[in-house]
């Protein structure tokens, strides 16, 4: 069965800078893209970025451009989120996604990230 299990949340001050982990399996993890998505408190759910199977092109959402950077390593079938320059509009639960077919849509359980000072 698919699992997605992230890592690495916690609190962070204005400016810091944190590392997600989302370790995945049940599942050829190098044939899929993955996502990270995250929530904030009365918001929607919103991508945040996406790698393609091979980590060769990554697309991010314009409010983390510059500051977060995605990758994955297939031999360990975990894909990470490197977050830098912190702000507090970035506190939210953070989530990591797997879409392995249309109606085959699979979620991690979270992780959360508070920014404050």
């Known amino acids: 069965q698919v699992q997605l299990v992230e890592s690495g949340g916690g609190l962070a001050q204005p400016g810091g800078s944190l590392r997600l982990s989302c370790v995945a399996s049940?599942?050829?993890?190098?044939?899929?893209?993955m996502s990270w998505y995250r929530q904030a408190p009365g918001k929607e759910r919103e991508k945040v970025a996406t790698?393609?199977?091979?980590?060769?092109?990554?697309i991010y959402v314009d409010s983390v451009k510059g500051r977060f950077t995605a990758s994955r390593d297939n031999a360990k079938n975990t894909v990470y989120l490197q977050m830098n320059s912190l702000k507090p509009e970035d506190t939210a639960v953070y989530y990591c996604?797997?879409?392995?077919?249309?109606?085959?849509?699979?979620w991690g359980r979270g992780t959360q990230v508070t920014v404050s000072s």
């Open positions: 996604n797997a879409r392995l077919a249309i109606l085959s849509i699979y």
């Open positions: 790698v393609t199977s091979d980590g060769g092109s990554i």
């Open positions: 049940g599942f050829t993890f190098r044939s899929y893209p």
